[in-house]
């Protein structure tokens, strides 16, 4: 005779769902990893000691970016639908890509070694690598 309370929140093969499954949670927490890798990295390009900026993008491209966007099917797809203005505003959703893609732009300053205020788009185009809202509509 126990009463089992329910959870706000639960982590299942590591995607935090919660109760009315925006995954508010998880895109956060997906945020908060990927800068946290994005700034390991700036720690290990040195330019007198530490990796090629050649590697990062490597490193970018095979360990950061599929670990960020592990099961983004399943977790973006209602971010991607309400950015596309199908009820609900999606306001969070241009949040969430935007700062997504703040982030790769700070990976791609890494990979290029260019400045602050190089525009996202040029760097796209150096780096060969896509724009973020394409990843995530892959």
């Given at each position: 005779n126990h009463t089992i309370?329910?959870?706000?929140?639960?982590?299942f093969l590591?995607?935090?769902?919660?109760?009315?499954?925006?995954?508010?949670?998880?895109?956060a927490h997906?945020?908060?990893?990927?800068?946290r890798y994005i700034m390991v990295c700036k720690r290990?390009?040195?330019p007198t000691k530490g990796i090629h900026r050649k590697l990062m993008k490597r490193l970018y491209e095979s360990i950061i970016l599929p670990k960020m966007l592990y099961a983004s099917d399943i977790w973006c797809a209602g971010l991607i639908a309400k950015g596309r203005g199908q009820g609900g505003g999606g306001r969070g959703a241009r949040g969430f890509t935007s700062q997504m893609t703040r982030v790769q732009h700070m990976a791609m300053l890494l990979v290029t070694g260019g400045l602050r205020s190089t525009a996202?788009?040029?760097l796209d185009?150096?780096?060969n690598i896509p724009p973020f809202q394409q990843i995530l509509q892959k």
């Open positions: 309370q329910p959870s706000k929140l639960h982590k590591s995607v935090i769902i919660d109760q009315d499954l925006n995954f508010k949670e998880h895109a997906t945020m908060a990893k990927r800068t290990i390009i040195k996202t788009d040029m185009i150096h780096t």
